[in-house]
T-cell receptor, first 115, second 110 residues
Framework: GAVVSQHPSRVICKSGTSVKIECRSL??????MFWYRQFPKKSLMLMAT?????????EQGVEKDKFLINHASLTLSTLTVTSAHPEDSSFYIC???????????FGEGSRLTVL | GIQVEQSPPDLILQEGANSTLRCNFS?????LQWFHQNPWGQLINLFY???GTKQNGRLSATTVATERYSLLYISSSQTTDSGVYFC????????????FGEGTQLTVNP
């Protein structure tokens, strides 16, 4: 089946630093990828849609300058949390639709802890 | 935007029991998926089922698109079935911009 991989799975950083999370589609190309955020015991919330070759589309209330998204190639999207603060601590998950299908596949997720 | 409601929010079963999880949605959809989130956070695809019925081993799902609901059946539950089950839908043309329900927390006791 389709595989989406995320890295790193866990990251701890100090307040004020930036953290980059990578999302790769391993066996298919993805012109579009999606980034979600999940708080403990909560559901997934769509943050933004990453578009290869163009700007990302952000959901209402998501700060585009805080969460920088770059879709560098047909298999790679990155999320950079800039000037991280403790309230940015969360579980971030990326996803991509398999080519020719609307079925969405998710990466393993990245747990960010900001001290 | 589209609303997704899942029930029950919590479910506790004894191993071997059967269960039905429900997902109601507020508008027509082009995509509906069921996921199982394991204790490490990974979302496992269970079904891609915008309409109709599918079965995979002990699990099956039915979506009645005209009545805007989907059901996930788990038979002969096992402790490894524990976790959170999410229903997610997309009303758009691409079918990929998913809106998630709040999930059902399933605990299967030995």
């Amino acid at each position: 089946g389709a595989v989406v991989s995320q890295h790193p799975s866990r990251v701890i950083c100090k307040s004020g630093t930036s953290v980059k999370i990578e999302c790769r589609s391993l066996d298919f190309q993805a012109t579009t990828m999606f980034w979600y955020r999940q708080f403990p015991k909560k559901s997934l919330m769509l943050m933004a849609t990453s578009n290869e070759g163009s700007k990302a589309t952000y959901e209402q209330g998501v700060e585009k300058d805080k969460f920088l998204i770059n879709h560098a190639s047909l298999t790679l999207s990155t999320l950079t949390v800039t000037s991280a603060h403790p309230e940015d601590s969360s579980f971030y998950i990326c996803s991509a639709p398999r080519t020719g299908s609307g079925e969405l596949f998710f990466g393993e997720g990245s747990r960010l802890t900001v001290l | 935007g589209i609303q997704v409601e899942q029930s029950p929010p919590d479910l506790i079963l004894q191993e071997g029991a059967n269960s039905t999880l429900r997902c109601n949605f507020s508008d027509s959809v082009n995509n509906l998926q069921w996921f199982h989130q394991n204790p490490w956070g990974q979302l496992i695809n269970l079904f891609y089922i915008p309409s109709g019925t599918k079965q995979n081993g002990r699990l099956s799902a039915t979506t009645v698109a005209t009545e805007r609901y989907s059901l996930l059946y788990i038979s002969s539950s096992q402790t490894t079935d524990s976790g959170v089950y999410f229903c997610a839908v997309d009303e758009g043309s691409s079918g990929s911009r998913l809106t998630f329900g709040e999930g059902t927390q399933l605990t299967v006791n030995p």
